[in-house]
């Protein structure tokens, strides 16, 4: 292995010997050879420990860290062990194209900025459908918070990124680390964070290059996450955002984890926060009023009736979006989101 890689990939992981060797398997074949892949082990992890020395790669470097701290501080913990320039993050249980890291990196080379975060499509694979993501690229002077958070529809917004997607100067990564302690919204969070910065900008490659797996049945402990915590978090991150989408957060993301509380002072609370500090638009009522007024099951199947969705592959990806029951940064949050010790930290 070169002293000095092109690129070095970062996955933290625990406790899933056999995703984890797949991911990892997803970056060593890729077209671009000149990579360094490390992996932070969460904790004592045994079974994963054999299953990634059974790959037999010299480009595989493991760190085990001395008991659990979390996804984004076993994130950092591997980009603070980066030799490369440029650092892209994986998922233990998602998969990259073969092209995945060429295609950034061409994207990379004609940035205009001296610290660009390079993001892509990704392909969205459920029990009930496969489908593109993000529906759209951010337009010209788009504010990027906005764009990862509004919404055009009741059930789904345009804009998306994903830890799985992003690779960025390893630099950048450093000087703006991943938030420790925080359980969901961390793209959403690092990425408003960096891209405050005035060396920073978001592109976004046009091809999806990544597979996205999500288990719907699978346990997610993000999902027990208290509603307070993410309105603290989201009022700590007010002065990076615009008032709208401050508001949209409020009426969509933190309202759907709040709802199963059925308390009209809950309601009343969060309504009066999103039109205090925000800018509600008519969109971000309606969604607002349906999470709260809508049992979560009646919702999904409105969703899927508007959607167009019912079985595995019978939608198109141009067609369909994640909807109200997802954890990532599009509007949206529920029970669907990335994976295992990924984005929002359900591990």
Not at 36 to 41: D, F, L, Q, S
Not at 160 to 180: D, G, N
Request: aromatic share 6%; with cysteine; charged share 25%.
């Amino acid at each position: 292995m070169p002293s000095t890689p092109e690129v070095s990939v970062v996955i933290p992981t625990f406790a899933r010997p056999e995703l984890v060797s797949r991911a990892v398997r997803s970056a060593l074949a890729q077209t671009v050879t000149d990579i360094e892949v490390i992996v932070v082990v969460d904790g004592p992890d045994e079974d994963t420990g054999k299953a990634l020395a059974e790959i037999g790669d010299p480009r595989l470097r493991v760190v085990e860290l001395p008991g659990k701290g979390g996804a984004p501080n076993a994130r950092n913990t591997g980009v603070r062990a980066a030799r490369a320039p440029w650092t892209a993050l994986l998922d233990d249980d998602d998969e990259w194209l073969p092209t995945k890291l060429a295609a950034q990196l061409e994207l990379a080379g004609n940035a205009t900025v001296r610290s660009p975060i390079i993001a892509s499509r990704l392909i969205n694979k459920t029990p009930r459908a496969e489908f593109v993501m993000p529906r759209r690229l951010p337009e010209p002077g788009e504010p990027i918070c906005e764009y990862l958070t509004l919404r055009r529809g009741l059930f789904h917004g345009d804009g998306f990124i994903q830890t799985s997607t992003i690779m960025a100067p390893t630099e950048l990564l450093r000087r703006v680390p991943f938030t420790v302690g925080l359980r969901r919204q961390q793209e959403l969070d690092w990425t408003v964070r960096a891209v405050a910065h005035p060396d920073v900008e978001l592109l976004i490659a046009a091809e999806p290059l990544v597979l996205w797996h999500q288990d719907e049945n699978r346990p997610r402990i993000s999902l027990s996450s208290p509603w307070e915590a993410q309105l603290e978090w989201l009022r700590g991150i007010r002065s990076l955002i615009t008032p709208r989408a401050y508001a949209a957060i409020t009426m969509s993301i933190i309202s759907s984890m709040a709802a199963p509380t059925r308390s009209f002072q809950v309601f009343r609370l969060l309504l009066a926060e999103a039109r205090r500090h925000g800018q509600p638009s008519l969109v971000d009522y309606l969604t607002f009023l349906q999470i709260w007024l809508l049992p979560p099951q009646v919702r999904h199947r409105v969703r899927d009736r508007i959607l167009g969705r019912g079985r595995r592959g019978g939608t198109s990806g141009s067609e369909e979006l994640a909807g109200t029951e997802h954890t990532g940064v599009n509007g949206t949050a529920g029970t669907a989101g990335t994976a295992g010790i990924g984005a929002d930290g359900r591990r």
